[in-house]
């Protein structure tokens, strides 16, 4: 049976009549479609002949023949135009040549051909600039037409590429996902801090809720932990069920990744707490050197492997509930900032563990109102001893050797504790051969209550200004973690305050003083982190480096509302120099405000007693001098340096 349109002809069968039924207008186009050169030729000779043999009057219907020439430089090209326009010439200097009377009125071939010349000249060039233009037009088009469909082509690229990365993001790190896409991610063995996550009870409570109800409490906690571990610079490797599995250190490589790992640590803890989960959590940290690169062949994470993995994951599995347990090498890269206790190798329900710390505290009392004896110094190490604390100890039965050396059961108590030192002290984790020493993180270090930095009195009197700052602690922590200068910010900023007291600012220019003390090392996580924590000199070009935190530390002002101009003087002035040598203004004397003459100094004592990669903390006289030292050379402004001076004494802080 035929197909419906086998009656149809086709629009390339010549044996078709044109006129054959409804057909014939499809086959007429195509022909002259194919033949329209041809066709042109055929109009221009069939106008010259009917111009040339029916018309009196030549030269009146010369211009007529522009009409068929231009149409064909518009149809046809440059190429067919001309050609056509010295076809038109050659014809009328043809018949020009025979009846020269009909084309000049003298009737001379002279002035015939040369009309026709003329004439043809401009028949031939307006062909040739039409057809240029036409072909140019053309040319535009097809350009147009083709960046047209590479922009379709890119935009669904872009679309395409945009899902990738929306399903990326979903399912990966961000930054993972972008380093991946770019191909800038590679196998690697790196020094990093690893955590592991796991939560207490949680496996019994999914055995008696249902699994909507499950679920929704355990979105709502990681809700809550995703952006601590994001804000300190953690990659989250893998969920398993209730437990995580994080990176800090990789993929982008930061020095202080201990330091951000067990900050992040504390403050999940201390967010769990807050959540009144039904749970609790436990965390593990270990540093050191870790295999990092994209595991798997067509199903592919970023990860790591190695022997600090298994350690880590080890170390949250003995880690009590609300605690954070870190090896070694994490405590050494911590110590200067956080408090932390050795975990001793015993149990932790002994009735014998409270006695003997009752005994020990008391025995601290003893030695705090009584001068140091060889005997009491005996005492304390052999309870600590017993507390299975033997570096501890073993301080103690050296300090009492240094009263006693003659002492016969003093030695052989501190050869005992030296001997049993790493039976008592180092656990052994299932899976490794030798015992390696467990710290517990109980929390960070405090310094503006440390009356090596800042005198008691002082401290209680001026504390309760950190209430008139409502920026979240973890906004300058995060920074600070980055910079190795934990509580920093804090110190600044209270100093900053108490000295403006006492130069009897007015309270409201004090408490923009105080935020603009908080605030003004904000800028410092867009410098390099290699050249914020080196521990020797600096080049020029790293010292630009580190000068362009100050105007991003205006920027991050801008970025969190902080719009008030005193506020943003403070920050962005609080490294001028009294004598103009300081940045970026290079401002001079009181040309500086106020602010910033009180942080700058706030900030110099701070950084001299904190400890930095460069140095470790001065002592507060030695840090007091530095501070006299910079006044003379004309750093700070001589009225605040002198009253921070005579504020730090231990007499003054308290009036």
Sequence with gaps: MASADSNVPSADDASVPLGLGGAWPLQLRNFIVRHLEGLFIVLVLGIVGAVFYLFPYKIAFLNFFYLPVLGAAFFLGKRQAVMGAVLCTLSGVLFAWYRPAEFAVQGTRINALLVLATWGGFLILASASIGSLQERLAKGFEETRQLYEELKRSRVSEEMKEKVEKALYATMDPVVAKLATEGKLRFEKREISIMFTDLTNFTTYSDNNRADVVLEELNRFLGQ???????????????????????????????????????????????????????????????????????????????????????????????????????????????????????????????????????????????????????????????????????????????????????????????????????????????????????????????????????????????????????????????????????????????????????????????????????????????????????????????????????ESVAACRRMGYVDAHLLDIVGHHHEMWDGTGYPDGLKGEDIPLGARITAVAEAYSALTSWRPYHEAWDMRVAISEIRKGMEKGRYDPKVATTLIEMLRPSAASS
């Design 225 to 551: 932990i995703e952006p601590i571990v994001a804000l300190f610079r953690g990659h989250i490797d893998k969920y398993m069920g209730d437990g995580i599995m994080v990176e800090f250190g990789a993929p982008v490589d930061y020095d202080r990744h201990a330091l951000l790992a067990v900050v992040a640590g504390l403050r999940m803890q201390g967010t769990v707490k807050k959540l009144n989960l039904p749970w609790r959590m436990r965390i593990g940290i270990a540093t050191g050197s870790t295999v990092v690169g994209m595991l798997g062949v067509r199903r592919q994470a970023y990860s790591a492997v190695g022997d600090r993995v298994n350690v880590a994951k080890r170390l949250e599995e003995i880690c009590e509930p609300t605690k954070v347990a870190i090896d070694e090498p994490t405590f050494r890269a911590v110590e200067p900032f956080v408090h932390a206790a050795k975990l001793r190798n015993m149990g932790y329900g002994r009735q014998t563990d409270q006695e003997l710390l009752e005994r020990m505290t008391a025995l601290e009392e003893r030695l705090s109102r009584e001068s140091e004896s060889a005997e009491l110094l005996y005492e304390l190490g052999k309870v600590n001893f017993e507390l299975h604390d033997a570096t501890t100890a073993i301080r103690y039965f050296e300090r009492a050797l240094a009263l006693d050396p003659q002492s016969t059961q003093i030695k052989l108590a501190y050869a005992d504790a030296n001997f049993k030192r790493d039976e008592y002290e180092k656990i052994q984790l299932k899976g490794k051969l030798q015992k390696i020493t467990i710290y517990e993180v109980t929390g960070l270090k405090d310094r503006w209550n440390d009356p090596a930095v800042i005198p008691a009195a002082m401290a209680s009197t001026y504390g309760h200004a950190l209430s008139h700052i409502e920026i979240p602690e973890d906004v300058v922590l995060a920074v600070e973690a980055l910079d190795g200068a934990i509580g920093h910010c804090k110190v600044v900023a209270l100093l900053s305050y108490a000295l403006a007291d006492r130069l009897k600012v007015n309270e409201e220019m004090k408490k923009t003083i105080l935020l603009a003390g908080y605030l003004q090392d904000l800028g410092k996580e867009a410098v390099p982190h290699n050249v914020l924590n080196r521990a020797g000199s600096l080049t020029d070009q790293e010292s630009k480096l580190v000068e362009k935190y100050v105007p």
